[in-house]
């Protein structure tokens, strides 16, 4: 084998890069919708989240002082922090008993706070991330359960079955998943690849009618050129061997 | 977790850069817009000569951009923003290629190859066939080394930016190329390329 040919079939794929590099208006445009949309949900955790973090950490320094907390039970506390995503830094290793105090308003400093195990919190799914991107980058995310607004639901019903789709290639839980993320978000701003993945799973799962229904609105450009080419394709193919 | 940069891979981000940056941190749609436009094409090259699927390219163009406005905030300025949307681009990308790869295969045993676009005259179905053969042969590699080949040998990358995007060392990614080049010179003198 000669090293050229490795060579020329790299420039070919070089250039089919290239020639992809042309915009496409329907992809921006899902973009700054699905961004928008996240904005809006941290707009509101910023409202609630930052006071709610001030206080703790007022709450903490307050109780120290008081002696109402011994400095080694201090240091075994969870930390709470705030980045505006309403993320939680993960507690120290565990060993000790860690509790997460969950302050009352400024307005009220004498009510005594309800303490809050926060082994109770629900526990992020880590996401597999390439080494120098933070895993920040992943929508799946570890919030407060009062603060978790139907956005971060749906968000998170939108990671499980791309979870199942195409990490678990598990065709029969995927389109479970993607039927309860379309349940929850009909119009969301990733409906239209919810609807589309789905159309996958049908495939898979030898549903030919099903998959032909669900794949035609894609084919007849209900959905801008979104898929059209594909889903077009794809339907000849299962009409063909019908 | 922030960027690690090699010192050799460091570019010093310019003044309108810098400012781009801030306002993506302040989550300002207008500037994701202004990223979108500077970068996209940039990211969907890559896209499509990593997965050979123009149509999973999108997908992971699209959800690059969606995750820039939380990993922004991870953004040291050390690389260029272009490399560090790159690096979030390997990480969606590598949920897409065993999909793609299944949808290379099934059409390979139709016996079809995907088209080109538009007319079609010869060198550019022969550049459509070599290029679907390279990534068929790229489904067959470890993934390290795949992602190590397409951006040094398909992009043109040094090794220095490669080690930054993958986050190792520059030994590791040249190791990686060398042997990605030995079993893709295999892999396509079995499929009869010579």
């Not at chain 1, 329907?26 to 409202?47: D, F």
């Not at chain 2, 060398?178 to 893709?184: E, T």
Request: include cysteine; hydrophobic fraction near 45%.
């Amino acid at each position: 084998m000669s090293g050229d040919a490795l060579e020329r079939a790299v420039r070919a794929l070089r250039a089919s890069g290239d020639l992809a590099r042309r915009e496409n208006a329907e992809t921006r445009r899902r973009v700054l919708r699905a961004v928008a949309i996240r904005g809006g949900r941290r707009r509101g955790l910023l409202r609630w989240g930052v006071p709610l973090a001030a206080a703790l950490a007022l709450s903490s320094a307050w109780a120290a002082l008081g002696g109402r907390l011994g400095m080694s039970q201090l240091a075994a506390r969870a930390v709470v922090t705030s980045n505006g995503e309403g993320q939680v830094t993960p507690p120290p290793p565990a060993g000790t008993a860690r509790t997460l105090i969950v302050a009352a308003p400024p307005s009220t400093p004498d009510t005594s706070p309800p303490v809050v195990s926060v082994d109770a919190l629900p526990v992020a799914t880590a996401p597999p991330s390439a080494p120098g991107v933070r895993p920040d980058a992943s929508p799946v995310r570890r919030t407060f359960p009062s603060a978790r607004a139907p956005a971060a639901e749906t968000d998170d019903l939108y990671a499980a079955a791309h979870r199942a789709h195409f990490v678990d290639l598990d065709p029969a839980a995927a389109l479970s998943a993607w039927d309860a993320y379309l349940r929850a978000a009909p119009t969301g701003a990733l409906a239209p690849e919810a609807r589309y993945n789905r159309a996958l799973c049908l495939v898979r799962l030898g549903r030919r009618d099903d998959a032909i229904a669900a794949l035609q609105p894609f084919a007849s450009g209900s959905f801008g050129g979104y898929r059209q080419r594909e889903a077009a394709d794809l339907v000849e193919a299962l009409q063909r061997t019908r | 977790m922030a960027l690690a940069l090699p010192a050799a891979a460091a570019q010093p981000a310019c003044a309108p850069e810098d400012s781009l940056v801030a306002r993506l941190r302040r989550g300002e749609a207008e500037a994701l817009a202004e990223a979108y436009d500077a970068y996209s094409a940039h990211v969907r090259a890559f896209a499509v000569r990593f997965l050979g699927d123009a149509m999973a390219a999108e997908d992971v163009v699209q959800e690059t951009f969606v995750a820039l406005g939380a990993a922004i905030q991870g953004f040291t300025g050390a690389a260029a923003l272009r490399t560090f949307l790159v690096s979030i681009a390997v990480n969606r990308a590598r949920h897409h290629v065993r999909a793609a790869a299944r949808r290379r295969a099934a059409t390979a045993r139709l016996g079809e190859m995907p088209r080109a676009p538009g007319s079609t005259p010869e060198d550019d179905l022969e550049r459509v066939r070599l290029s679907a053969l390279l990534s068929r042969a790229l489904d067959r590699l470890p993934l390290d080394q795949r992602i190590a080949f397409v951006l040094f040998e398909v992009e043109e990358r040094t090794s220095a930016e490669v080690a930054t995007i993958v986050g190792a060392s520059e030994v590791t990614v040249r190791a990686r190329v060398w042997h990605a080049r030995r079993k893709l010179r295999e892999l396509l003198a079995k499929d009869g390329l010579r």
